[in-house]
């Protein structure tokens, strides 16, 4: 899967710019798939992350952001809340390394699980507070110049479909395609075979249609 | 959905997830090509929803990343002889990271935030940053007390809104009855487990550990930072500069001076005396200030020495550190393996970390007795934290119960 990052979406096949042909290959400026670095790459990076390495916590930060923030915005529909919630990651990732408690396990799971708990506790603060953002809230469909009216509308909706998920459902698309992990990782990092996660992930997507359709069957 | 359907629905979302497009896997199967379909047109909708971040949001967050992490090296380095340098270049890095955090928002997001929140370690973060372009003396110690105030806002409001969250505050005794106690406006409840270290009486400044819970906060820990002294020295205007450390110069007698003799932070904010070390050089510092922002004592009106430019931070006075850093805003300086907190005094760090930031304490260290949660290095208990994205701790019991799916899951 190519993660668009800075650039503009290809414009291509049918399926979207995510699915397509081409797998070009990663170039050093490009935020890189996380599949582009195995692990003990990304041990060396923490070793130096530890130490408080300029350029091993530029290259963190780089290689992160996009897939924190592309994942939390699968699961917050809130593109301020979005910003400040990977923000958020990146600053708990420093007061983890001052303290020495900084990643022990992998640096993409420690990620992830980060990202997670902020999510989580996103939600439960709005379930406490009962002022409700939604003045504040921007709904985050089809943000940028070139999204039309009808994409964004598509996107909203399926925002909204999105959300009426399970909790699972919700997880292993996020890290899918919004974190980007292969099949074999997110298995790994939700604890479940491959067989389940590909099963959980068709059967959102079958859901997801479901309600869609039924959705415009209805207007 | 029939399951043979759905088997397929998955087959072709595996190809697609190879690089196929949609139509050449429809074309894989061109008699249910056309109820796939719409399944998978959802599948290519749902992978382009994500979205982009924009350039401006992550070059902030970058920069601002990158100027945290060089304050954070700066504050961890040794004592140099350009140590005036490096405490010229603090603030600035500091100045930077507000500008940027102001920029993206952040700062003002989460200055309402109160422990539990997720923003809540962002707003300490901010405080600390805010801490750290402030030099002179008696500014910082308005900062301080500013932000002790601010934990007794917290505190207050998480009572009114009936929210348990683990805090950390300092204040005056006003009461000390057997169940409960005043401290500065703030119901303590003492129970069984509660530690009451060092004594504390009336008119004596304590720092309280506990839980916000059905209006008074249940006291794991109450501790005796201060004690107060009969006087107040008449030529400072309200201070607390009559309130001496505690393991302190001899002549100073337990405190039987009412509240108002004294200085006592109240909750008004304008009320804002400052908190101040003891004039007396050889006395040990006083850690008279909410943690994760400076270890150390808080500034004299006549700041002693600051250690020969040592450390960058810290407005010390007084001793402390052997040239060790400490103390500089996010980190409290620790014994040497001995935590910090009031009673280090004496030594103080033999260059350890403690940060606590954030109101956890971490210290690390062989005893920890008091510090509660801290989590270092995988030692201990941690973590009355609310944040955390993760607490690998190895051994710790408490949290790292759930641990349980990912990479790390906070004790929550």
């Known amino acids: 899967m190519v993660v668009g990052g800075d650039r503009e979406p290809q414009v291509g096949s049918a399926a979207g710019r995510v699915y397509n042909n081409e797998r070009p290959r990663p170039a050093a400026d490009l935020p890189a798939t996380l599949k582009d670095h195995p692990v003990d790459d990304e041990n060396a990076l923490l070793r130096r992350a530890t130490q408080l390495d300029q350029d091993a916590l530029s290259l963190i930060h780089n290689r992160y952001y996009d897939l924190i923030y592309r994942y939390i915005s699968y699961r917050v529909d809130d593109v301020h809340a979005v910003e400040d ?44 507070s009962d002022h409700e953002l939604l003045d504040d809230a921007a709904p985050s469909a089809g943000r940028g110049p070139d999204e039309d009216f009808d994409r964004q509308l598509a996107n909203s909706r399926l925002r909204a479909a999105l959300a009426e998920l399970t909790e699972e459902q919700q997880q292993v698309l996020a890290l899918r395609y919004g974190f980007d992990m292969p099949f074999r990782e997110v298995a790994e990092t939700l604890k479940k075979t491959e067989g389940s996660v590909k099963m959980l992930q068709t059967r959102a997507i079958a859901t997801l249609t479901r309600k869609l359709r039924g959705a415009e069957a209805g207007s | 959905m029939n399951d043979k359907l759905e088997q397929q629905l998955l087959e072709s979302l595996e190809l697609l997830d190879q690089g196929l497009t949609l139509e050449q896997v429809l074309a894989r199967n061109p008699e249910d090509a056309a109820e796939l379909r719409p399944f998978l047109e959802t599948a290519a909708q749902v992978s382009r929803l994500a979205l982009q971040p924009p350039i401006a949001a992550k070059q902030a967050s970058r920069r601002a990343f990158l100027n945290d992490a060089a304050a954070m090296r700066e504050a961890q380095q040794k004592p140099s002889p350009l140590g005036w340098l490096r405490r010229g270049l603090l603030p600035l890095a500091g100045l930077a990271a507000i500008v940027l955090l102001f920029a993206v928002g952040l700062v003002t997001a989460s200055t309402t935030a109160m422990p539990g929140d997720a923003l809540y370690q962002t707003k300490r973060a901010g405080e600390a940053v805010r801490l750290a372009l402030v030099r002179d003396p008696e500014r910082r110690a308005a900062f301080l007390n500013e932000q002790q105030q601010e934990r007794l806002r917290e505190v207050e409001a998480l009572l009114r809104a009936g929210r348990e969250a683990q805090v950390t505050f300092d204040g005056l005794v006003e009461r000390d009855g057997t169940a409960e106690w005043m401290v500065s406006g703030i119901a303590v409840a003492i129970g069984p487990e509660t530690n009451i270290e060092g004594m504390p009486h009336r008119g004596d400044l304590v720092r309280v550990d506990g839980v916000t819970r059905d209006g008074a906060v249940a006291a794991d820990r109450i501790s005796l930072i201060a ?16 309130l001496v450390p505690v393991p302190a110069t001899t002549e100073a007698p337990a405190s039987t001076v009412p509240p108002t003799a004294t200085l006592r932070p109240s909750v008004t904010p304008d009320d804002t005396p400052t908190l101040a070390a003891p004039a007396d050089p050889t006395a040990e510092p006083t850690r008279a200030v909410p943690p994760t922002v400076e270890a150390n004592p808080v500034p004299n009106p006549t700041p002693t020495d600051d250690n020969g430019g040592q450390n960058g931070n810290d407005d010390d006075n007084q001793n ?27 030594d103080d760090n033999s260059g350890n970390d403690n940060n606590d930031d954030s109101g956890d304490n971490n210290g690390n260290g062989g005893n920890d007795g008091e510090n509660n949660g801290n989590d270092n290095a995988g030692e201990d208990g941690n973590n009355n934290d609310q944040n955390n994205g993760n607490d690998h701790g190895g051994d710790n019991g408490s949290d790292n119960s759930n641990n349980s799916g990912h990479g790390s899951e906070g004790g929550d």
């Open chain 1, 85 to 128: 919630l990977t923000s958020e990651v990146f600053t708990r990732f420093l007061v983890a390394l001052r303290a020495r408690k900084g990643p022990q396990d992998t640096l993409r799971g420690w990620f992830y699980g980060t990202a997670a708990n902020v999510v989580k506790e996103h939600y439960r603060d709005r379930r406490r």
């Open chain 2, 227 to 242: 004690a107060a002294l009969p006087t107040p020295t008449p030529d400072v205007a309200p201070t607390l500069e009559a």
């Open chain 2, 320 to 346: 402390n550190n052997n040239g060790d850093d400490n103390g500089n805003d996010q980190d409290n300086g620790d014994g040497g393996g001995q935590d910090n907190n009031s009673n280090d005094n004496s």
